[in-house]
Nanobody, 118 residues
C-alpha cells in the first residue's frame, strides 16, 4: 500500500515562510504529475500547486508568485516552498497525484497543518 507522508507544517506569523515536504513509501512519483492540496476548516480541499513529470508547474491564483512546487524523483519527494504566508493560507496541506478521472491516484496521507498568525 502506497503511503504519502507530509511534513514541515507549523505555526508562523503572516509574511513568514515554510517548506513542506512529501515523501512516498515507494517509487510512485516518477511519471506522475503531483500536486499539493489544502483544506481549511469548513472548506473543500483545493489544489494549490501541481508539477508535471518534467517539472512544469502551475499554481492556483491565490498562491501564484508566493508558492513554489518542486520534485526530486531520486528521493521520491515533492516539496512546497511557501513564502509571504497570509492568514488565508492556514490549512492542512496534503500531497497527492493530480486528479485522474476526477480524483487523485493515491490514498491520502495525514497532511501537515499550517497555522498563520497575524
Amino acid at each position: 500500500q502506497v503511503q504519502l507522508v507530509e511534513s514541515g507544517g507549523g505555526l508562523v506569523q503572516s509574511g513568514e515562510s515554510l517548506r513542506l515536504s512529501c515523501a512516498a513509501s515507494g517509487r510512485i512519483f516518477r511519471n506522475n504529475a503531483m500536486a499539493w492540496y489544502r483544506q481549511a476548516p469548513g472548506k473543500q480541499r483545493e489544489l494549490v500547486a501541481r508539477i508535471g513529470p518534467f517539472g512544469t508547474a502551475n499554481y492556483a491564483d491565490s498562491v501564484r508568485g508566493r508558492f513554489t512546487i518542486s520534485r526530486d524523483d531520486v528521493k521520491n519527494a515533492v516539496y512546497l516552498q511557501m513564502n509571504s504566508l497570509k492568514l488565508e493560507d492556514a490549512a492542512v496541506y496534503y500531497c497527492n497525484s493530480v486528479p485522474v478521472g476526477g480524483r487523485p491516484i493515491f490514498p491520502w496521507g495525514q497532511g501537515t497543518q499550517v497555522v498563520v498568525s497575524s
